[in-house]
């Protein structure tokens, strides 16, 4: 069984990568602003609506592909 401690760790150097695009451009689109490095002054919501907007736009994205 797979230990949780590694859980969030990408194994693919480039999808860490793309993903921190993604990340960046959603946080954008939203107005929130998100800055390379440190973004410990963003508040949870903030944080928060970052990830919950990724999460529905690949969900977006996979329903139209099985279209």
Same mark, same amino acid.
């Given at each position: 069984?797979? /230990?949780?401690?590694?859980? /969030? !760790? =990408?194994? &693919?150097?480039?999808? +860490? *990568?793309?993903?921190? !695009?993604? +990340?960046?451009? &959603?946080?954008?689109?939203?107005? &929130?602003? @998100?800055?390379?490095?440190?973004? %410990?002054? @963003?508040?949870? !919501?903030?944080? %928060?609506?970052? %990830?919950? *907007?990724? &999460?529905?736009? =690949?969900?977006? !994205?996979? *329903? *139209?592909?099985?279209?």
């Amino acid at each position: 069984m797979a /230990s949780n401690s590694n859980s /969030s !760790r =990408m194994e &693919v150097p480039q999808a +860490k *990568e793309a993903m921190n !695009r993604f +990340k960046m451009e &959603v946080a954008n689109e939203i107005g &929130v602003n @998100l800055k390379q490095g440190y973004n %410990g002054d @963003l508040t949870s !919501r903030e944080a %928060g609506s970052i %990830g919950g *907007e990724m &999460v529905r736009q =690949m969900i977006k !994205r996979q *329903e *139209e592909s099985m279209k």
